[in-house]
Nanobody, 124 residues
Framework: QVQLVESGGGLVQAGGSLRLSCAVS????????MGWFRQAPGKEREFVAA????????YYTDSVKGRFTISRDNAKNTVYLQMNSLKFEDTAVYYC?????????????????WGQGTQVTVSS
């Protein structure tokens, strides 16, 4: 079993930055592709970013390209999402997810484990 715990969310003004962390326990992080998703009120959970187990390959949804960076530290069993130039529309609960795959995973249904989420609120 894999447990994921997100942290780092909060309230920030538009244009500001936050760094989310996802601590993984139960299995070595090295075995999993990782991703970040978000869900705004009244909307479906959507893909934000993904990173391959090696950390070499990443993929982002268009709306965050150039502003968000996903990274991982397998030695610390932690995945990060650096969010810069935040916009009001980035407001959502952000979820970390793990997939037992050696490839990039961008489809929600292909993720095996999920964290409980952390709230990010961007004030305009």
């Amino acid at each position: 079993q894999v447990q994921l715990v997100e942290s780092g969310g909060g309230l920030v003004q538009a244009g500001g930055s936050l760094r989310l962390s996802c601590a993984v326990s139960g299995r070595t992080l090295r075995s999993y592709a990782m991703g970040w998703f978000r869900q705004a009120p009244g909307k479906e959970r959507e893909f934000v970013a993904a990173i391959r187990w090696s950390g070499i390959s990443t993929y982002y949804t268009d709306s965050v390209k150039g502003r968000f960076t996903i990274s991982r530290d397998n030695a610390k069993n932690t995945v990060y999402l650096q969010m810069n130039s935040l916009k009001f529309e980035d407001t959502a609960v952000y979820y970390c997810a793990a997939a037992a795959s050696s490839n990039l995973v961008i489809t929600r249904r292909n993720y095996d484990y999920w964290g409980q989420g952390t709230q990010v609120t961007v004030s305009s």
